[in-house]
């Protein structure tokens, strides 16, 4: 073979090692994107301000490790510079299980608000990589265009190789990846993908590979010895990392277990008593549907409820109504599964729907239902979707004429403004909306509160339990009104704005949200 055959071959093969490159870094950069929002979903939630963070940091690491890469590339940076950097690439990857183990215990006994807990968490643990990936692209770019003059169409391979490994990587992470192994392994996946193209790029360097292998070696063993591996989900989905603890230290007999969804606890139930209502905002909320149930004459109870979780009101509503009829729709299947298994729930008798609560309540029949409830939370916050008058008039459609519509929703006191333009928006469809509580008070604190609404008159101001836990709970409408913004002020929710982040500024901006 002839030296410029040979320098030809030469250069095919390294311009495929360069797309090579770009295209998986690309791909596993977008996985570590993705993988973000759930590893850090147990102690941030999901949320639009978490969301928010993850992608300006991302791209601003990207951007900032273009502009590095581009002076570096111009001042010598070569073949060998690109490997390395895609080595430490690879480490800062599986730094991110050390970084949290050292972040973590800081930042949750800070008092950062929400949206400034999001920024940090995500900027000190995924800042780096996004920066070491972004030099990367320049660097290859450059070195591909002195291997094939024709510039235009280097740069188009490239720009479409990095994005095509973009989508990738989204798709494939957030359609599969997660769910079939979880975060931990698709972070350590990256960490071991960009190795492997180091490698690549620095085969006949054994020294840089022999250094950068020392250096793996000291990161992983750091992160062993904080148990940085370590997944503490009991299931991890698309949707949340699910954990069961044991509560039952709480109780005086028997064996009571909570659920865990992402950071917030979405229900407790008791083994030996169904009944049993740990949470006085899901006592008041089985007291109401009793109190509905009293005034069907005799026919059966016919309820719809938005979530499930731990299942713990349709438990309870089947122990107290062996015959009525129960109607579930809950997003995510592994929560229906793990509240099967190990939660004490049985549903044999009821009917799930494992889809999305609005979508799952237009396909039932109009007026049928006696009650619906609301219980659907992403963090702190009810989707958007499932607040907004649109959605309002479906409910109202689905009730029967005497039926109700329930739900809780988390708002600060003492000016919940969630709760006040959810007020306002209830109104538009029903003659009676009350809100409660168990205590008002004027001192600022983060509460859950239960709305009603029904075209029935309005239940007494003050509500005692008659079963369970001795409580009582109060109307507090009135001392809504009377405190706060005003209610001209308070927009009306329509599914072409229903701006819920900003009416829970209040907790997502303060320490009261976390």
């Known amino acids: 073979m002839s030296a410029v055959a040979s320098k030809g071959v030469s250069s095919r093969r390294r311009m495929a090692a360069y797309a090579v490159a770009i295209f998986l870094s690309s791909a596993g950069l977008m996985a570590l994107e993705i993988t973000a929002a759930r590893l850090l979903a147990p102690y941030i939630g999901v949320s639009l301000y978490s969301w928010t963070a993850i992608i300006g940091v991302v791209?601003?690491?990207?951007?900032?490790?273009?502009?590095?890469?581009?002076?570096?590339?111009?001042?010598?940076?070569?073949?060998?510079?690109?490997?390395?950097?895609?080595?430490?690439?690879?480490?800062?990857?599986?730094?991110?299980?050390?970084?949290?183990?050292?972040?973590?215990?800081?930042?949750?006994?800070?008092?950062?608000?929400?949206?400034?807990?999001?920024?940090?968490?995500?900027?000190?643990?995924?800042?780096?990589?996004?920066?070491?990936?972004?030099?990367?692209?320049?660097?290859?770019?450059?070195?591909?265009?002195?291997?094939?003059?024709?510039?235009?169409?280097?740069?188009?391979?490239?720009?479409?190789?990095?994005?095509?490994?973009s989508i990738v990587g989204t798709f494939l992470t957030g359609y599969v990846l997660i769910q079939a192994f979880g975060t931990r392994s698709i972070i350590l996946g990256t960490a071991a993908m960009l190795a492997l193209l180091a490698l690549l790029l620095l085969w006949r360097s054994w020294r840089s590979i022999l250094s950068l292998s020392m250096m793996a070696l000291i990161v992983i063993g750091l992160t062993a010895w904080r148990n940085g591996f370590a997944n503490h989900c009991d299931r991890e989905t698309n949707y949340f990392c699910i954990r069961v603890v044991d509560l039952s230290q709480e109780v005086e007999e028997g064996q009571m277990r909570g659920m865990v969804l992402d950071h917030l606890m979405h229900g407790i139930n008791h083994r030996e008593y169904p009944t049993l209502l740990m949470s006085p905002y899901v006592h008041l909320m089985d007291e109401l549907i009793s109190l509905q149930a009293a005034g069907n004459e005799g026919r059966p109870l016919r309820t719809f409820f938005s979530g499930g979780g731990a299942y713990t009101q349709p438990r309870a509503l089947r122990m107290k109504y062996p015959d009525a009829e129960i109607v579930v729709a809950e997003l995510d299947p592994a929560v229906t599964e793990m509240a099967k298994r190990r939660l004490y729930y049985d549903g044999g008798q009821d009917r799930i729907i494992h889809s999305d609560g609005r979508q799952a309540l237009l396909d039932m029949p109009v007026r049928h239902f006696d009650v619906i409830v609301g219980d659907v939370f992403h963090d702190i916050a009810i989707p958007q979707h499932l607040v907004t008058r649109e959605y309002i008039d479906l409910v109202e459609s689905r009730l029967t004429a005497q039926g109700m519509y329930l739900m809780n929703v988390v708002d600060a006191q003492p000016d919940p403004r969630l709760v006040k333009s959810m007020v306002k928006t209830l109104r538009t469809r029903f003659s009676n909306v009350q809100v409660w509580l168990q205590t008002w008070d004027e001192t600022p604190a983060r509460m859950t509160y239960v709305l009603i609404a029904s075209n029935n008159p309005p239940f007494p101001p003050r509500l005692m339990s008659q079963r369970g836990f001795n409580r009582q709970w109060q109307d507090v409408s009135h001392l809504l009104a009377s405190t706060g913004t005003d209610y001209d002020r308070i927009p009306i929710l329509t599914d072409d704005y229903a701006p819920v982040e900003s009416l829970l500024s209040t907790l997502l901006l303060t320490e009261l949200g976390r």
Not at 61 to 71: A, E, F, K
Not at 90 to 117: D, F, H, K, N, R
């Open 59 to 165: 791209l601003g690491g990207i951007s900032l490790g273009n502009w590095i890469g581009g002076i570096w590339v111009d001042r010598g940076a070569d073949e060998r510079s690109a490997g390395w950097i895609l080595g430490i690439g690879g480490l800062a990857c599986v730094a991110i299980l050390l970084l949290l183990t050292l972040v973590a215990p800081a930042l949750q006994g800070s008092e950062l608000g929400l949206m400034s807990l999001s920024f940090v968490y995500v900027a000190a643990l995924f800042l780096l990589p996004a920066l070491l990936l972004g030099i990367v692209t320049p660097i290859l770019t450059t070195l591909a265009l002195r291997l094939d003059a024709r510039t235009g169409r280097v740069i188009g391979m490239i720009d479409a190789l990095g994005a095509l490994g």
